[in-house]
C-alpha cells in the first residue's frame, strides 16, 4: 500500500542530494518518461537547473496543454520527444541543447519495466557516458516477477493482465536479483563505469514473497 510513497520519498530525496551538494552538484536534469512527474516544477529555492523532459509525442503534448492551462511556469524545461525502444534518446537531447559536458541528474521513474532488455542496457551506457558525478536514479522490478518464476506465478500473471488493461503497456524488463537483492543490480552494472550507491526495496525480506520491486541511485565513477 505505501510502495509509491516509499518510492517518491526515494527518489526525492536522491534529487535533492545531487542538485543541492557542495561538491559537483548536477545543473542539469533529465527526467525520461516523463509522463506528469512534476520533479522541475518544484526545484530547490533558487537553482539554476536546465531541465529536460523526454517522453512519446502524445504525453508531452497533452503535459504541455495541462502546464498551459494551470499557468505552471515552464520556460526553464525542454520537452524532447522519443521512442526509447526505437530511437537514441541521447541524441534527441543533443538536438535540443542538451549539454553531455555538465553534470547530470537523470530521473528514470516507473520506466524501465516497460522497455526492452536492449533499450535499459543503452540508456545506462549512454548515462555512463555522463560526467563524473552525473547520477541515475531508477526503479526496477526483479526478473523473477516479470517472467512469473516462483513464488510468483500468480501476482506476475495479475500485474501483466492488469498493466495491459490499464495502460495498454507489456511489462518486459526485470533485474535478475542473486544472492542478495541489490547483487544482481550491482552486476548488471558491473559492465559500465556506474557504480550502485544506494539501493532500497519494498516490503520486507522477512515477508513471504521476496522483495520484487527496487529503487537505486547510481552513480558515474
Ligand atoms: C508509468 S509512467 C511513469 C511516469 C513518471 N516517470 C512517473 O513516475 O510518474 C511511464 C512513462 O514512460 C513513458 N514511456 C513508456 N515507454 C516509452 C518509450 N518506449 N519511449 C518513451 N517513453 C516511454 C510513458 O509515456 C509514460 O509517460
Redesign the pocket.
Known amino acids: 500500500m505505501t510502495m509509491m510513497s516509499h518510492r517518491t520519498h526515494f527518489f526525492n530525496q536522491s534529487i535533492q542530494d545531487v542538485l543541492s551538494r557542495e561538491d559537483n552538484p548536477a545543473t542539469q536534469l533529465v527526467?525520461l518518461?516523463?509522463?506528469?512527474?512534476t520533479r522541475c516544477y518544484n526545484l530547490p529555492e533558487g537553482a539554476d537547473i536546465k531541465c529536460f523532459e523526454?517522453?512519446?509525442p502524445p504525453?508531452l503534448n497533452a503535459k504541455k496543454r495541462a502546464l498551459q492551462l494551470a499557468e505552471v511556469a515552464h520556460d526553464h524545461v525542454t520537452f524532447v520527444e522519443?521512442?526509447?525502444?526505437?530511437e537514441i534518446w541521447l541524441e534527441a537531447l543533443l538536438d535540443s541543447g542538451f549539454n553531455p559536458n555538465l553534470t547530470t541528474y537523470v530521473?528514470w521513474?516507473?520506466?524501465t519495466m516497460?522497455?526492452v532488455e536492449e533499450?535499459v542496457r543503452d540508456t545506462l551506457n549512454l548515462i555512463a557516458s555522463l560526467p563524473t558525478g552525473s547520477v541515475v536514479g531508477a526503479d526496477f522490478f526483479s526478473q523473477d516477477l516479470i517472467q512469473g518464476n516462483p513464488p510468483f506465478e500468480k501476482i506476475s500473471k495479475a500485474m501483466l493482465r492488469g498493466i495491459k488493461y490499464q495502460?495498454s503497456?507489456n511489462l518486459q524488463f526485470g533485474i535478475p536479483t542473486g544472492e542478495t537483492l541489490s547483487e544482481g543490480l550491482g552486476e548488471y552494472l558491473s559492465e559500465s563505469e556506474l557504480k550502485l550507491a544506494r539501493f532500497e526495496h519494498v516490503g520486507s525480506t522477512e515477508d513471504k514473497k521476496p522483495p520484487w520491486y527496487f529503487f537505486a541511485h547510481i552513480e558515474k565513477h
Open positions: 527526467v518518461g516523463a509522463g506528469f512527474d523526454v517522453d512519446m504525453t522519443t521512442d526509447f525502444n526505437q530521473l521513474e516507473g520506466v516497460y522497455l533499450a495502460y503497456e
